[in-house]
T-cell receptor, first 114, second 117 residues
Framework: AQSVTQLDSHVSVSEGTPVLLRCNYS??????LFWYVQHPNKGLQLLLK??????LVKGINGFEAEFKKSETSFHLTKPSAHMSDAAEYFC????????????FGAGTRLFVKA | GAVVSQHPSRVICKSGTSVKIECRSL??????MFWYRQFPKQSLMLMAT?????????EQGVEKDKFLINHASLTLSTLTVTSAHPEDSSFYIC?????????????FGPGTRLTVT
């Protein structure tokens, strides 16, 4: 069984300060993990993914995430927030065996203040 | 990269009518496509898995007679919302599975906003 928990429904940061969006997962199999961003009324854009290679994954727009198996976490970070980062972020887990089922977290809304 | 399109992007229909949403893989063949539903300010919920040439597999709680899925070709899956009601208003997103090297990847369409009046 798989599940994913995004620990914060809302995160608010000031422009230029670091961003941390937290995600914990549970998976019976070795998982693939993803972060997607969704701007209002738009589709999903893949930020980055972990697929059992390097545990520190770099994505687009300056985002990165670290896979920590011991903590079952895959937190998303960015050193300096930009106004354009304001959006909804989804942490996603997918089992690498079985039926390719993808489970979405509940989402974290990121607000960026000027 | 692989591109998935959806048509229409927005649709408004009257209660009791049916509406069809198309999902296409533009530059690759997709034996498997997925349909998700997203309520306002909520996450994506998997509705069904669509396999080319066979019946779709629906998630628990999803009415298969209300949400008809047809995956007639390797590049097209359709979702038909039958006898739509206002509570069916939602954002519907499809995705397609593509073989990239030795592994499968999932690509998402831009979504279709359905409003039932």
């Amino acid at each position: 069984a798989q599940s994913v928990t995004q620990l914060d429904s809302h995160v608010s940061v000031s422009e230029g300060t670091p961003v941390l969006l937290r995600c914990n997962y549970s998976s019976s199999y070795s998982p693939s993990l993803f972060w997607y961003v969704q701007h209002p009324n738009k589709g999903l854009q893949l930020l980055l993914k972990y697929t059992s290679a390097a545990t520190l994954v770099k994505g687009i727009n300056g985002f990165e995430a670290e896979f920590k198996k011991s903590e079952t976490s895959f937190h998303l970070t960015k050193p300096s927030a930009h106004m354009s980062d304001a959006a909804e972020y989804f942490c996603v887990v997918r089992a690498n065996t079985g039926g390719f089922k993808t489970i979405f977290g509940a989402g974290t809304r990121l607000f960026v203040k000027a | 990269g692989a591109v998935v399109s959806q048509h229409p992007s927005r649709v408004i229909c009257k209660s009791g009518t049916s509406v069809k949403i198309e999902c296409r893989s533009l530059d690759f063949q997709a034996t498997t496509m997925f349909w998700y539903r997203q309520f306002p300010k909520q996450s994506l919920m998997l509705m069904a898995t669509s396999n080319e040439g066979s019946k779709a597999t629906y998630e628990q709680g999803v009415e298969k007679d209300k949400f008809l899925i047809n995956h007639a070709s390797l590049t097209l899956s359709t979702l038909t919302v039958t006898s739509a009601h206002p509570e069916d208003s939602s954002f519907y997103i499809c995705s397609a599975r593509a073989l990239q090297g030795n592994s499968y990847e999932q690509y998402f369409g831009p979504g279709t906003r359905l409003t039932v009046t």
